[in-house]
């Protein structure tokens, strides 16, 4: 028995090892993984908040390039602008001074032609309808004429045959009289005619130099229009630059509106971190109060131990006594058997509890870390994906400014290039 004793202290100082050696393998293998779990973290959280500043420094420095681009442009079409004004200031001052030297020259041709003929056109046209008019009435009294000497001349003929003679020399005599007249007419409606077609010849030159005045006037009205046009385009490029402008200062806030909200979200991270901390530091706790009582539970099982041990010593005191009474004898190792059995039924369900106890805890501890592994990586994975979408953002947006910047210089170079034709 007392070997039996000793062979119960020695497995209880073994178990007592084992556990002890597990339990602080079970904490060093969790503080290790914590460790590493938080060094990881903090890596990958360093990592990003670096990509993150660096882009945030890219976006500032390609704004600040935009910013200088632009205004470079809005210099240029501003003094493009002004030059186009002043080109068209000079442009009209020009134009004025040309249709005041053609209205001069105008009314010097109107004075020449008039010193020169004597009179206007319209007195030419006046005198030739006069003349119409009388050759006119100078044909119908030699028709009236000549029907009334031919019906006097047949008169004669049937009444008085010896008259026909005289009567006919008289009509020849009047006939001459009018035909020199209408030659004379004819001769100077010829000459009015004549000198209306050198009239209508001199106004259609005139009227030449005239449409070609309007042509040159047309034309520079054109140029003007296609100025003020220019201005027009150069004025919708000059909005489109401050509204695109505006966009990208907008732009500037959504992006500072999310710095604000990364920011946030790391500050959420240390609340978390604080969390765990916090529940790394019960469960250390727990542990320790879980190490204290299974001390005490060994210390209550030697103590017990040695009360049995102590009960075995004084049996055996007994038995040594009992042993010239074999029925007694017999009776005390049957109790001591009945003791022995139902201390080693209690040592074995004290060892299944405590086993027990001890794989419940551990899968309790082994799911709430994987849970909360779990729901770090998942934060995490939603925090790259956040920033993945922020940078491409950036980026494309980046790509729009760079594209309409450069379809703008082409388009002001365009402009450019005409003007100078």
Avoid at 217 to 226: H, P, R, V, Y
């Amino acid at each position: 028995e007392v070997q039996r004793v000793q062979q119960l202290k020695e497995e209880l100082n073994r178990t007592k090892e084992r556990h002890d050696a597990v339990h602080d393998d079970m904490l060093e293998k969790n503080r290790k993984k914590l460790r590493e779990r938080e060094e990881r973290y903090q890596e990958d959280l360093r990592c990003k908040i670096d990509a993150f500043q660096r882009a945030q420094q890219e976006h500032q420095e390609r704004k600040a390039v935009n910013e200088a681009e632009l205004d470079a442009l809005l210099s240029a079409k501003r003094e493009e602008h002004a030059r186009l004004r002043e080109e068209l200031a000079a442009g009209a001052e020009q134009e004025t001074r040309e249709n005041e030297v053609l209205e001069q020259e105008v009314a010097e041709l109107e004075r020449g032609y008039k010193e020169r003929v004597g009179r206007t056109e319209d007195d030419v046209d006046v005198e030739i309808q006069h003349i119409e008019k009388r050759y006119e009435k100078m044909i119908l009294a030699e028709k009236h004429a000549q029907r009334m000497h031919t019906r006097k001349t047949n008169a004669l003929k049937k009444k008085k045959p010896w008259r026909c003679r005289k009567r006919r020399k008289i009509n020849w005599t009047t006939s001459r009289i009018l035909f020199e007249k209408k030659n004379y007419l004819k001769k100077r409606l010829e000459e009015l005619d004549q000198e209306r077609t050198r009239s209508q010849d001199q106004l259609s030159n005139r009227y030449a130099t005239i449409a070609e005045i309007d042509r040159t006037i047309s034309e520079l009205l054109g140029e003007k229009t296609a100025l003020e046009n220019a201005a027009i385009g150069l004025n919708e490029d000059i909005r489109a630059l401050q509204d695109r402008s505006a966009a990208l200062d907008q732009d500037i806030a959504v992006t500072d509106d999310r710095i604000v909200a990364v920011r946030a979200d790391s500050a959420a991270l240390a609340a978390s971190r604080a969390r765990k901390e916090g529940a790394l530091a019960r469960n250390n706790e727990r542990l320790e109060r879980d190490r204290q009582g299974k001390a005490a539970r060994l210390a209550r099982t030697l103590r017990a131990q040695e009360r049995e041990k102590e009960g075995i010593l004084g049996d055996l005191a007994r038995c040594a006594q009992l042993v010239q009474d074999p029925e007694g004898l017999r009776r005390a190792l049957k109790d001591l058997a009945v003791r022995c059995a139902a201390g080693a039924e209690e040592e074995e369900e004290e060892r299944g509890e405590t086993q027990e106890a001890e794989g419940e805890e551990e899968a309790a501890e082994r799911d709430e870390e994987e849970k909360e592994l779990a729901r770090l990586q998942e934060d995490l994975e939603v925090r790259r994906r956040g920033y993945e979408r922020l940078c491409l953002q950036h980026q494309r947006e980046n790509h729009e400014a760079i594209k309409i910047n450069m379809a703008l210089l082409r388009e002001l170079e365009k402009a450019r290039q005409e003007n100078g034709k």
